[in-house]
């Protein structure tokens, strides 16, 4: 059984910086994709960060381009996702995922080994 294990949430100001974790067994890093994806309430659950595994090639929505980060610690197992000037829009808790479509994708559908999730808070 796949296993993800996320940390590193918590509650920052605005423009505060955030480096969540996600300890991974090699199931997962054996998977061409894994991101990172977040759910507000009410709200879908939507990708932040996209990784391909084999190639460390990174995709980014519009919304967090330049201010987050994603990595993958191979020899660790550890994925990282690395926020930094975060706004109150970014309030959500956070999952890590892996998946296997490829080319790595968006959608939340591609992805069928998930973390419980860490929360992440960003008052103004």
């Known amino acids: 059984q796949v296993q993800l294990v996320e940390s590193g949430g918590g509650s920052v100001q605005t423009g505060g910086s955030l480096r969540l974790s996600c300890a991974a067994d090699e199931y997962a890093t054996g998977r061409p994709c894994m991101g990172w994806f977040r759910q507000a309430p009410g709200n879908e659950r939507e990708a932040v960060a996209i990784i391909t595994t084999g190639t460390g090639g990174t995709d980014y929505p519009d919304s967090v381009k330049g201010r987050f980060t994603i990595s993958l610690d191979s020899t660790k197992n550890i994925l990282y996702l690395l926020m930094n000037s975060l706004k109150p829009e970014d309030t959500a808790k956070y999952y890590c995922?892996?998946?296997?479509?490829?080319?790595?994708?968006?959608?939340?559908?591609?992805?069928?080994?998930w973390g419980q999730g860490t929360q992440v808070t960003v008052s103004s």
């Open positions: 995922a892996a998946g296997y479509s490829r080319p790595c994708s968006w959608y939340v559908r591609h992805y069928d080994a």
